[in-house]
């Protein structure tokens, strides 16, 4: 499976954009980029996907690079509810992996009133 | 309706107890999955369920035993645990196994499970 690479945390502001980062150098030209957060005290939480363009939900941005070696979540004006770890994750559709979440140690999101 | 309950919220067990974790869903999602999470770790899988038949097992030891009674229904039983599996154990769904990749999954909020 195709890993990926997370800061161990990152620290931002209320009402400021946030922009988490994700490196995945060996992703394969299938591998979908899928983003969830885990909430204190509660299972993880989809966020967003994307294989090739930038995506927009409701939730928030996701920006991957021409080359799709790396990608970069936005969250446009935190909150404090944001607080979480983000998981950046390669979903493999079709080999041995499919049908599994593979998490990585994630990025720990604090937000500063 | 989006939610996949887990019951009981927390479990203390000793190691010769029998136990049985549940997770239910009413989306129509026809793949089930168990998780174990240790504290300050992310997520590993367990196994995975697709139209009610075992299609993963992560190399889980026997003392974990899943069932899939019905495609809204996910049972984990447990039997002779030891105190290295006290973990949070989370369930979730999603629309569809092999979905090319862009199904999206669904947890519940997980059993808070302690092996004494």
């Known amino acids: 499976d195709a890993k990926t690479t997370q800061p161990n945390s990152m620290e931002s502001n209320e009402e400021e954009p946030v922009h988490l980062p994700c490196n995945h150098s060996?992703?394969?030209?299938?591998?979908?980029i899928h983003w969830y957060r885990q909430l204190p005290s509660q299972g993880p939480e989809y966020v967003i996907h994307?294989?090739?363009s930038n995506v927009n939900n409701r939730m928030a941005s996701l920006a991957i690079a021409e080359d799709r070696k790396s990608s970069t979540l936005i969250l446009h004006r935190a909150t404090l509810r944001d607080a979480a770890v983000y998981y950046c994750?390669?979903?493999?559709?079709?080999?041995?992996?499919?049908?599994?979440?593979?998490f990585g140690q994630g990025t720990i999101l604090t937000v500063h009133p | 309706d989006t939610e996949v309950t887990q019951t009981p919220k927390h479990l203390v067990m000793g190691m010769t107890n029998k136990k049985s974790l549940k997770c239910e869903q009413h989306m129509g999602h026809r793949a089930m999955y168990w998780y174990k999470q240790k504290a300050k770790k992310p997520p590993e899988l367990m196994f995975v369920?697709?139209?009610?038949?075992?299609?993963i097992n992560e190399s889980v030891p026997s003392r974990f035993s899943p069932e899939c009674p019905n495609s809204s229904l996910l049972n984990l039983h447990l039997h002779a645990l030891q105190p290295e599996d006290s973990a949070l154990y989370l369930c979730?769904?999603?629309?569809?196994?092999?979905?090319?990749?862009?199904?999206?999954?669904?947890f519940g909020p997980g059993t808070r499970l302690l092996v004494l």
């Open positions: 994307g294989l090739t």
């Open positions: 060996t992703i394969s030209g299938t591998d979908y």
């Open positions: 369920y697709s139209y009610e038949k075992l299609s």
């Open positions: 979730a769904s999603s629309q569809v196994h092999l979905a090319g990749g862009k199904e999206t999954q669904y």
């Open positions: 994750i390669l979903r493999d559709p079709g080999g041995t992996s499919y049908g599994k979440l593979t």
